[in-house]
């Protein structure tokens, strides 16, 4: 068995994370892509193409309210407009529902590649050590840390000993410079936990075991170390299976879909995308008016779902926004509730606009 030094090891381990991220994230694309294709063509929705189906997936992998933004945004644009919105809000919440396995999968990588990283960010001496640390650790404190990593680098190793020793001692320079001098001051700690570089006393174990399971899943056997399937990452399972061709049958994606719309936190995901549904309802049924106030353009825009109270609260706005113009320009107010959308505009607008305005709101309703 070749001996390795720390900085080879480190070389070779950047490679493999970045491999891993990449097949994470093609992996469950894939798959989330011929799952949402079955889902399409089960509903009875048109068929689309394989690009389709891709972006879909992608949109939908995406995590957050930026992601069901993105989804929700790309299905509605896709219909031809032959299909209800309440539908199509419909097929929004179930295809969110569906990914969610992929979705876990690709947090199992996130989560993974962060606690990696910051092990090897210690071993850069030269870049990301002092400029992460340089904050929280005083002149002497800098300089010890900056030695010991350099001397990681150089450590040559040369069997299974050499190797965990060294896993060991990358993890104890990071919880060494990682490591809040405020963790027992109560609210100082939640303030430090936000700053870049600083590691929670809880959350060091967690970074540990993701730590030593990657070097050892990607290079313990260079060093006559045994990784049983047993003992591997739960990222490492979901890949294999994926990469293996492993998909879910329609009975079980139903059940799937089912089981997850059934949570309270993702039925207020759902709420979201339902009133993004209404929304989108409401910009498509816009009606414009150009009319003339005292020889002046009067510019109004209203939806179906207007009402006398919607209007009385669009006054009160204009009232609001009256406070703060100047009388010069053009005076522009918009009202938008979850089922309706009030906008005017009109130049040089006056306070004796405002009650024509709203007269003029309530004959067009």
Not at 194 to 211: C, H, V
Not at 215 to 243: C, H, Q, W, Y
Not at 297 to 308: F, H, R
Request: aromatic share 6%; charged share 25%.
């Amino acid at each position: 068995m070749a001996s390795m030094s720390g900085k080879q090891i480190k070389e070779r381990l950047e490679r493999d994370l970045g491999f891993e991220a990449n097949r994470a994230r093609l992996l469950t694309e894939a798959a989330a892509s011929s799952e949402i294709a079955t889902y399409w063509v089960r509903k009875g929705m048109d068929k689309l193409d394989e690009k389709s189906y891709s972006a879909i997936a992608k949109a939908a992998l995406v995590s957050g309210l930026a992601g069901r933004q993105k989804l929700s945004d790309l299905i509605f644009k896709l219909d031809t407009g032959t299909t209800k919105e309440g539908y199509l809000a419909e097929v929004v919440i179930e295809i969110s529902a569906l990914v969610l396995e992929h979705q876990k999968t690709l947090n199992l990588s996130r989560n993974r590649a962060s606690c990696v990283n910051a092990h090897l960010n210690v071993l850069e001496p030269d870049r990301s050590l002092p400029q992460v640390y340089s904050p929280y650790l005083n002149d002497s404190e800098l300089k010890k840390a900056v030695s010991a990593s350099s001397n990681l680098l150089k450590k040559e190793l040369s069997n299974s000993s050499d190797f965990s020793k060294w896993v060991k001692d990358v993890h104890d320079l990071l919880s060494l410079v990682s490591n809040d001098e405020k963790d027992e001051q109560g609210d100082e700690l939640e303030e430090s936990l936000g700053k870049k570089g600083l590691i929670s006393r809880k959350a060091i174990s967690t970074y540990l075991k993701q730590w030593e399971l990657f070097a050892k899943e990607k290079l313990g056997p260079s060093f006559s170390i045994e990784v049983n399937e047993v003992d591997a990452s739960p990222l490492t399972g979901r890949l294999n299976e994926l990469e293996n061709g492993s998909s879910r049958t329609w009975t079980t994606m139903l059940g799937d879909i089912t089981e997850a719309k059934t949570s309270t936190i993702f039925q207020k995901r759902a709420s979201a995308v339902t009133e993004k549904a209404t929304q989108s309802k409401a910009y498509k049924n816009v009606d414009n008016y150009d009319l003339e106030l005292n020889g002046r353009a009067l510019k109004i825009q209203l939806s179906a779902g207007v009402t006398e109270e919607v209007v009385s609260q669009f006054v009160k706005a204009m009232k609001a926004q009256f406070l703060v113009y100047s009388g010069k320009g053009l005076f522009n107010v918009s009202l938008q509730t979850a089922i309706s959308i009030v906008t005017v505009s009109v130049p040089n607008g006056t306070k004796a606009d405002l009650k024509k305005i709203e007269e003029i709101l309530l004959q067009l309703i």
